[in-house]
């Protein structure tokens, strides 16, 4: 049979919206990769997945009626002692295991020559009976088993159990939803051998509920799957095509008002996934209920009614939305005023939730979080919010001494308020957001408002960071007393799992310390938050959360980009000034590209290795007046020129030049390791040489440690 291009589609109810995407993907990929293994698949055979509601299928090209012949190992028959006599001819009990695996009038002459041989295993001599080339199996064994497998391993949370379409009532199929009919054409041939789920293949599927020019759709072949499918059902079968479309309505309704649609990857996604043709509406709502936070209103929108508000070209939400709808009446009039009744509910309570809120002060509610379980093992929400006062204004005091202290305070008190709130109670999304808005109705100032919304960024990859100095205390301090207190309990992350999010809020930190530049040791942060709990109530777990932080800061410089050695040069110092590690690895960087580098990288790591097998203290300083040797003499003077130069660009924060200054002791280290015997047989001398490259490493390890470049 030759090769031609395969179509497999399951036809089932509606499918998760927001699994959807990844459904698809999977569906298409598992069958491919379950033909490839088994050889069914053509040099260059493609791919292309489709999903809708309603569907998952996939089209692969050039697949294999028949796959390729693969050869087989060499089968043991006996041992040789067995099978062959004193003169090497066959005996019976190898005519006849060779007659079994043939037939009696087989030519043995020819089978003992071409087939059997003999070789040795274990010490042992044994017959082996060599294989032709296994023939190649039909494609249907391998498909219904490649489908199988990868309707048994979708990413699928839970499945439902329904009964089974060809079975008597009794038994019972599982799937993500009921399956009602499968398309399996390999060309323009169906392939009625192939069958899952109870269902036999055949080439009939469905449109679009109400929109279809035909029902059932009859697929003519594997290629003119998609394009019957637009034409007949209605239905545009590709994911991707169909959220391309979705984006290019979406710019083109809000372009002749001005606007723009709010970008969302994941509701394009999940509407994307909720639609098989769309046709997007343009609706309004009234303008009284832009008096409401706009994050409030654009939450209630999307999460709700999966519209795309508009906003104006300053970011302001408007009072227009698209809708998506998955018909397409002439007249649509009738859509978009269903819609509108429907958000108007939506946006009243939004409004109902605001005006009640704000008639109680934000710091009347803060003694309620009192009642709130944090934790079982740490406390209420009310004990948590002292905690992180206390980690705050200590890292005010640090930041900006007094006044930032005491800014840090307040806002801290405040920044768990809005949680009894009846907004934050219908959308947790908006906590925060909401204390911002009600502290700024309240009179509080700018900064504590903004430091409430504030304590809780960066929330995700890429996020902002906080905007003042005060929100950037609490948020230390918020993320701080989380991994302190989860730390201290046990609660660490473990593999893939983090249910804290503990790895989040230790790259906040990261990102705050560096992109914020703040003059603040990991140590005494970490020291500052545990001294915020009450005495016994965590384990010590001070050094578990400065690793854990550190590990996560090598993580990040890695995907900023920089090698493992380099990061590992930086951090293996323990650099207390976290801000400071970008720029060390520039540095490190820059001399990782010097001529010189690799080989004051390697005579660096043959220093330390020394300088670890000394016996007793190493002195700090070389006494010249000890020198015997030209070579130690001349880098003990390169040391006393280059050293201070090198210390001053440290100290200036020019960590390039100071490691680029030491380029010219490559030519004196070099002669010191050809010419001079450390471990001398005069303690007096070893002791000094000794002393020699102790003041060497102390000065070549300053930026980094650049044994670690060392190949």
Same mark, same amino acid.
Request: aromatic share 6%; proline share 5%; hydrophobic share 45%.
């Given at each position: 049979?030759?090769? !031609?291009?395969?179509?497999?589609?399951?036809?089932?109810?509606?499918?998760?919206?927001?699994?959807?995407?990844?459904?698809?993907?999977?569906?298409?990929?598992?069958?491919?990769?379950?033909?490839?293994?088994?050889?069914?698949?053509?040099?260059?055979?493609?791919?292309?997945?489709?999903?809708?509601?309603?569907?998952?299928?996939?089209?692969?090209?050039?697949?294999?009626? &028949?796959?390729?012949?693969?050869?087989?190992?060499?089968?043991?028959?006996?041992?040789?002692?067995?099978?062959?006599?004193?003169? @090497?001819?066959?005996?019976?009990?190898?005519?006849?295991?060779?007659?079994?695996?043939?037939?009696?009038?087989?030519?043995?002459?020819?089978?003992?020559?071409?087939?059997?041989?003999?070789?040795?295993?274990?010490?042992?001599?044994?017959? +082996?009976?060599?294989? /032709?080339?296994?023939?190649?199996?039909?494609?249907? &064994?391998?498909?219904?088993?490649?489908?199988?497998?990868?309707?048994?391993?979708?990413?699928?949370?839970?499945?439902?159990?329904?009964?089974?379409?060809?079975?008597?009532?009794?038994?019972?199929?599982?799937?993500?939803?009921?399956?009602?009919?499968?398309?399996?054409?390999?060309?323009?041939?169906?392939?009625?051998?192939?069958?899952? $789920?109870? *269902?036999?293949? @055949? %080439?009939?599927?469905?449109?679009?509920?109400?929109?279809?020019?035909?029902?059932?759709?009859?697929?003519?072949?594997?290629?003119?799957?998609?394009?019957?499918?637009?034409?007949?059902?209605?239905?545009?079968?590709?994911?991707?095509?169909?959220?391309?479309?979705?984006?290019?309505?979406?710019?083109?309704?809000?372009?002749?008002?001005?606007?723009?649609?709010?970008?969302?990857?994941?509701?394009?996604?999940?509407?994307?996934?909720?639609?098989?043709?769309?046709?997007? *509406?343009?609706?309004?709502? =009234?303008?009284?209920?832009?008096?409401?936070?706009?994050? %409030?209103?654009? *939450?209630?929108?999307?999460?709700? #009614?999966?519209?795309?508000?508009?906003?104006?070209?300053?970011?302001?939400?408007?009072?227009?939305?698209?809708?998506?709808?998955?018909?397409?009446? !002439?007249?649509?009039?009738?859509? &978009?005023?269903?819609?509108?009744?429907?958000?108007?509910?939506?946006?009243?309570?939004? +409004?109902?939730?605001?005006?009640?809120?704000? +008639?109680?002060?934000?710091?009347?509610?803060?003694?309620?979080?009192?009642?709130?379980?944090?934790?079982? +093992?740490?406390?209420?929400?009310?004990?948590?919010?002292?905690?992180? #006062?206390?980690?705050?204004?200590?890292?005010?005091?640090?930041?900006?001494?007094?006044?930032?202290?005491?800014?840090?305070?307040?806002?801290?008190?405040?920044?768990?308020?809005?949680?009894?709130?009846?907004?934050? @109670?219908?959308?947790? =999304?908006?906590?925060?957001?909401? @204390?911002?808005?009600?502290?700024?109705?309240?009179?509080?100032?700018?900064?504590?408002?903004?430091?409430?919304?504030?304590?809780?960024?960066?929330?995700?990859?890429?996020?902002?960071?906080?905007?003042?100095?005060?929100?950037? %205390?609490?948020?230390?301090?918020?993320?701080?007393?989380?991994?302190?207190?989860?730390?201290?309990?046990?609660?660490?992350?473990?593999?893939?799992?983090?249910?804290?999010?503990?790895?989040?809020?230790? $790259?906040?930190?990261?990102?705050?310390?560096?992109?914020?530049?703040?003059?603040?040791?990991?140590?005494?942060?970490?020291?500052?938050?545990?001294?915020?709990?009450?005495?016994?109530?965590?384990?010590?777990?001070?050094? /578990?959360?400065? #690793?854990?932080?550190?590990?996560?800061?090598?993580?990040?410089?890695?995907?900023?980009?920089?090698?493992?050695?380099?990061?590992?040069?930086?951090?293996?110092?323990?650099?207390?000034?976290?801000?400071?590690?970008?720029?060390?690895?520039?540095?490190?960087?820059?001399?990782?590209?010097?001529?010189?580098?690799?080989?004051?990288?390697?005579?660096?790591?043959?220093?330390?290795?020394?300088?670890?097998?000394?016996?007793?203290?190493?002195?700090?300083?070389?006494?010249?007046?000890?020198?015997?040797?030209?070579?130690?003499?001349?880098?003990?003077?390169? $040391?006393?020129?280059?050293?201070?130069?090198?210390?001053?660009?440290?100290?200036?924060?020019?960590?390039?030049?100071?490691?680029?200054?030491?380029?010219?002791?490559?030519?004196?280290?070099?002669?010191?390791?050809?010419?001079?015997?450390?471990?001398?047989?005069?303690?007096?001398?070893?002791?000094?040489?000794?002393?020699?490259?102790?003041?060497?490493?102390?000065?070549?390890?300053?930026?980094?440690?650049?044994?670690?470049?060392?190949?």
């Amino acid at each position: 049979m030759t090769a !031609a291009n395969l179509l497999v589609e399951l036809f089932v109810e509606e499918l998760p919206p927001k699994a959807l995407k990844k459904l698809g993907e999977a569906f298409a990929e598992k069958i491919f990769e379950g033909l490839k293994l088994n050889d069914f698949l053509e040099p260059g055979s493609q791919l292309t997945s489709y999903a809708t509601p309603r569907r998952l299928a996939v089209h692969i090209t050039s697949v294999r009626g &028949i796959s390729q012949p693969r050869p087989q190992p060499p089968k043991t028959l006996m041992p040789a002692s067995v099978g062959l006599d004193a003169e @090497g001819k066959p005996t019976a009990p190898l005519l006849k295991r060779l007659r079994s695996m043939y037939h009696d009038d087989v030519d043995i002459q020819w089978l003992m020559s071409e087939r059997v041989f003999v070789e040795e295993e274990a010490g042992k001599k044994v017959l +082996k009976h060599r294989d /032709d080339l296994a023939a190649g199996a039909p494609l249907f &064994i391998s498909l219904e088993g490649a489908l199988e497998d990868a309707l048994e391993n979708l990413p699928i949370p839970k499945v439902m159990t329904y009964p089974n379409p060809s079975g008597d009532g009794w038994e019972t199929v599982n799937f993500v939803r009921p399956a009602h009919s499968l398309i399996v054409m390999h060309g323009g041939e169906i392939m009625k051998e192939v069958s899952v $789920l109870g *269902l036999q293949a @055949g %080439c009939n599927t469905q449109g679009h509920r109400f929109e279809a020019r035909v029902n059932p759709v009859v697929v003519q072949n594997a290629d003119s799957y998609a394009s019957q499918l637009k034409d007949d059902g209605a239905v545009i079968a590709s994911f991707a095509e169909r959220r391309t479309e979705i984006i290019r309505q979406l710019q083109a309704a809000a372009a002749p008002s001005g606007l723009k649609p709010i970008e969302d990857d994941a509701l394009l996604d999940e509407v994307t996934a909720l639609v098989e043709r769309p046709n997007v *509406l343009v609706g309004k709502f =009234e303008e009284a209920f832009l008096e409401v936070p706009q994050e %409030c209103l654009i *939450l209630t929108m999307k999460a709700n #009614q999966k519209y795309f508000p508009l906003l104006d070209a300053a970011g302001k939400l408007t009072n227009q939305f698209l809708i998506v709808s998955n018909i397409s009446p !002439a007249d649509a009039s009738a859509v &978009i005023q269903g819609n509108e009744r429907v958000v108007r509910p939506r946006l009243a309570d939004a +409004k109902f939730f605001f005006d009640q809120d704000r +008639k109680k002060a934000l710091d009347s509610r803060v003694l309620g979080l009192a009642k709130v379980v944090y934790h079982n +093992k740490l406390g209420t929400q009310g004990e948590r919010v002292t905690r992180v #006062q206390a980690i705050a204004r200590a890292i005010g005091e640090k930041l900006g001494g007094e006044t930032l202290a005491l800014r840090a305070d307040q806002a801290a008190l405040l920044a768990k308020a809005d949680l009894l709130t009846d907004m934050v @109670g219908e959308f947790p =999304e908006l906590q925060g957001i909401m @204390g911002r808005y009600y502290a700024q109705h309240d009179g509080l100032s700018d900064d504590i408002a903004f430091a409430i919304e504030d304590h809780y960024k960066p929330r995700f990859a890429g996020d902002e960071l906080p905007r003042s100095d005060v929100g950037v %205390c609490v948020a230390l301090a918020d993320k701080l007393e989380t991994l302190v207190g989860l730390f201290g309990i046990g609660e660490k992350p473990t593999g893939d799992k983090d249910p804290f999010a503990l790895r989040r809020h230790a $790259l906040g930190v990261i990102r705050m310390l560096i992109e914020k530049s703040l003059p603040l040791s990991l140590d005494d942060l970490v020291n500052i938050a545990f001294a915020g709990f009450r005495k016994g109530m965590l384990g010590q777990a001070h050094t /578990d959360v400065y #690793q854990f932080v550190f590990e996560r800061l090598s993580g990040a410089m890695r995907e900023q980009g920089y090698s493992a050695n380099e990061v590992d040069a930086v951090l293996s110092l323990n650099p207390t000034q976290i801000y400071l590690v970008p720029k060390q690895l520039e540095a490190v960087r820059a001399f990782a590209g010097l001529p010189e580098a690799p080989a004051l990288a390697a005579a660096n790591k043959r220093v330390g290795n020394i300088l670890k097998k000394a016996e007793g203290e190493v002195g700090g300083t070389a006494d010249p007046a000890r020198f015997v040797e030209a070579a130690e003499t001349a880098l003990f003077a390169a $040391l006393s020129e280059i050293a201070p130069r090198a210390d001053v660009a440290f100290a200036a924060g020019d960590y390039t030049g100071s490691l680029q200054a030491l380029a010219a002791l490559k030519t004196p280290v070099d002669a010191f390791f050809d010419s001079v015997m450390v471990n001398a047989d005069d303690p007096v001398l070893k002791a000094n040489r000794l002393a020699l490259l102790n003041q060497l490493h102390r000065t070549m390890n300053r930026v980094a440690d650049l044994s670690r470049l060392a190949a």
